[in-house]
């Protein structure tokens, strides 16, 4: 799952505004899609990890700049706390390069699916971290969500031991953590210093690994590095605009969508269909993360359908 940011100034949501918040969560979800599409497909080129995190980052820049010019302006991104955007920028990266070696390990919708897994540990961890006080329905969703989790991973020793696995966990406990950190910091900081500072991170991060054995990608692999950054830029940005025109609690649904989007990207790249047990697990995970959902928007007592969202 993909850490939505707070937007940058309330806004009044009218039904057509919560419309196009929907299709702007749902093309940012083919985005993202497309994204771990071409990190598998560059793995499989032979491009290394870091190198490969440092290009989706880098040509990030470019539509998060643009934005950031057209909205907010430059001086949004004055911060009196590096030490939350480093924090942030840590565990996020930990979620970014643990989803990256998944995917290349792994059939990409059954990495997909397992990053949805992700609000399950937030909920989980928002209890040492946030101090929150979770009650006997989300934890009940929170334990049927790990059931989905285990049917898709099969846990058995051989495939336990699978990298891909242990890596997708891995990014998606990062995920999680990069959640609770974006509520910690987003008192103070807007939604796209947030993405900015976390966007040079991962370049930063990207290109230290420069002396480690990186390629030298021919003009088609550079190409889709390139495409690769764009469309991780993108996203995040489609992912930031969504929470801007509608609440959160109509948007967040539609990031399951991403699960279609991977399926048709591995079908008609690699002519892979889905295991019948990742989509019974992504269907058990999807339906209690709903639930936590639901049971958070009522917990914050935010109105579900006053605006027309149903």
Same mark, same amino acid.
């Given at each position: ?6 937007? =940058?100034?309330?806004?009044? !949501? ?10 702007? !969560? ?5 985005? /993202?899609?497309?994204? *771990? ?27 998060? %700049? ?20 480093? #924090? ?20 990409? =919708? ?5 990053? *949805?897994? #992700?609000?399950?540990? /937030?909920? %989980? ?20 969500? *790990? ?31 990069? /959640?609770?950190?974006?509520? +910690? ?20 991060? @990207? ?15 550079? #190409?889709?590095?390139?495409?690769? @950054?764009?469309l991780g830029g993108v996203g995040q940005l489609l992912l930031t605009e #969504?929470?801007?025109? %509608? ?10 969508? +991403?699960?279609?989007? &991977?399926?048709?990207? &591995? *079908? ?43």
């Open positions: 799952m993909n850490a939505a940011l707070p937007p =940058t100034a309330p806004t009044v !949501r009218p039904a057509a505004r919560v419309g196009l918040g929907i299709i702007l !969560r749902v093309c940012a979800m083919a985005c /993202m899609a497309g994204l *771990f599409g071409l990190v598998k497909v560059a793995s499989e080129r032979g491009v290394p990890i870091f190198e490969i995190l440092f290009f989706r980052n880098a040509f990030a820049f470019i539509p998060i %700049a643009i934005y950031i010019h057209r909205t907010t302006g430059f001086g949004v991104l004055r911060t009196s706390r590096p030490g939350g955007h480093a #924090a942030r920028a840590l565990v996020g990266l930990t979620g970014m390069i643990g989803g990256f070696v998944a995917v290349s390990h792994l059939p990409l =919708t059954e990495a997909t699916a397992l990053s *949805f897994s #992700a609000p399950l540990f /937030m909920t %989980a961890l928002s209890v040492p971290l946030l101090r929150e006080t979770v009650g006997p329905h989300r934890w009940a969703a929170v334990a049927v969500g *790990f059931v989905g989790v285990l049917i898709m991973i099969r846990p058995d020793p051989a495939n336990l031991a699978n990298i891909g696995v242990i890596f997708a966990m891995i990014g998606a406990v990062g995920s999680a953590l990069a /959640m609770i950190t974006i509520r +910690q910091i987003s008192v103070t900081e807007p939604g796209p210093r947030i993405v900015f500072y976390f966007t040079v991170a991962g370049a930063v991060a @990207g290109l230290a690994s420069l002396p480690f054995g990186w390629v030298m990608p021919d003009a088609g692999t550079f #190409a889709l590095l390139a495409l690769m @950054g764009l #969504a929470i801007r025109v %509608a609440p959160v609690a109509v948007v967040a649904p539609f990031d399951y969508t +991403q699960l279609i989007w &991977a399926s048709l990207f &591995a *079908f008609l790249v690699w002519g892979e269909l889905p295991r019948a047990l990742t989509l019974v697990g992504a269907g058990v995970v999807a339906a209690s993360g709903l639930y936590i959902l639901y049971r958070e928007t009522i917990r914050r007592g935010e109105p579900l359908g006053k605006d027309g969202s149903g």
